[in-house]
């Protein structure tokens, strides 16, 4: 099958290679697809997508006008392709399920001591070989109240580590997950329940309609005061004005976040020699109590080659004419 790697970065084309052993004939271009990039989709049977990409209603059309038949994406996460459009205009997408929860969740957990044990500054102060320990006061993990929102693949992982540091985790979910309560103790709760109690809350649930916004000041309000807020969903999932102004009052005590609501055309790119012209941003990236890193949570050995593996798989599976069971868009409606 030709394929077009749409944002395909360096570091994950061996991957891909790899993984490929050369069945498919794999074109990496660094443009991320937009209605306007859909074009270079010509004369391909396949694209490979990232969440940076925007599959929209007319993007797909484009892409269907194109002959494109399937777009495989490298992310679980799949809020940026319009599933309905693809379904009914017979293009069929997949995503990369679950490649490794346990990247996600270990790099939120590290965004959490950092943030609590204030490593960055501490390491800062070294650096200068300033020894001083004034304003560094952390607390303990254990024995506080974590709340995780979205108990899925990473949410679950996220509970484990957490009931091992010696925390009582709520959950919060739509569904619930029985084995996360028998072995880690979990208690399913409100979400406004959740956020009156935990003294840190950790987001993984996807972004769709129902969670756009989910954390806004209504929500905040609901929170104990200097609460550690961590996200490595999606950016959109948070109100981030909100969540600036949950951290100037100091309801919000810390702010971690791997994904940013504005991201796109910023992340995965250089932008130090052209700072984003984008006040939140930069108010953001300002505070000592909020640590940022560029959707970097899935970037690790494991996770990539999870990736690449499971997109070649994906694309095996429709040259061959049969079901892969990481297809979003229905079969039923294909037929
Ligand atoms: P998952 O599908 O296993 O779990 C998501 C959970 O959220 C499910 O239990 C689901 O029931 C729950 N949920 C969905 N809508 C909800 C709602 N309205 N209210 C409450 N709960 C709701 O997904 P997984 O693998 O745990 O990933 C979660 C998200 O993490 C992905 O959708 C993606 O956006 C993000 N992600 C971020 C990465 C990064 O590099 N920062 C990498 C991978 C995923």
Redesign the pocket.
Known sequence: MKVLVFSSKDFEIPYLEYANNKKHKLFFIKEALSSKTAMKAVGYDAISIFSSDEACFVTIEKLRDFGVKYITLR???Y?NVNIKTATKLKIRVANV??YS?NA?AEHAVGLLLALNRKLIESNLRVKHFNFNLNNLIGFDLNAKTVGI???????AVMTKIMHGFGCCVLG????QNAELVTNYKLRYTTLKELCALADVISI?????T??HQLINKELISEMKQGVILIN???GAVIKTEDVLEGLKNGKIGALGI??YEKEKGVFFSDHSLNIPDDNLLIALNARPNVLITG????LTDEALTNIAETTIYNLDCWEAGKETENELTKKESIA
Not at 149 to 155: A, H, V
Not at 204 to 208: E, G, I, K, S
Not at 295 to 298: G, V
Request: charged share 20%.
């Open positions: 992310s679980v996460g809020d399920p679950g929860p996600i929102i979205g108990t899925g693949k990473i949410g919060y979910d739509i569904e993984h649930v996807p972004l769709n129902d969670t490595t969903a999606r791997d994904v959707h970097h949570a899935f």
